[in-house]
């Protein structure tokens, strides 16, 4: 009796946890069209195509007080557009020699 129970909790437990992880990936499909940080980002190539993402990524590093450098392009539909923000280089100082 009790062995059919501990069964039956067993089965129960096991198709709760299918059912939960069906459902979890359902959103691991939502992807924003643009994503970033202080150290770069990610803008979606179909966004890419409609907004101009230099000028995109430029605004979001500036925002840390950094330069964009574009680095990837994946021109296809599920693609993206990759930067990096990177600190701006130290004006040269010219020096004087006596």
Known sequence: ?????????LAGFAAACLIAGAAGTAHAIDVPPFKGNDTGGIIA???A???DARK?????C???GKLVKLRATQ????GYISFACVWPKP???ARVLY
Do not use: E, N
Request: proline share 10%; aromatic share 14%; glycine share 6%.
């Open 1 to 9: 009796m009790q062995i059919k129970r501990r069964a039956l909790t």
């Open 62 to 64: 500036a925002g840390y």
């Open 75 to 78: 021109p296809y539909y599920g």
């Open 56 to 60: 995109l990524a430029a605004d979001h």
């Open 49 to 51: 195509q409609q907004v």
């Open 45 to 47: 190539w179909p966004l």
């Open 91 to 93: 004006p040269r100082v």
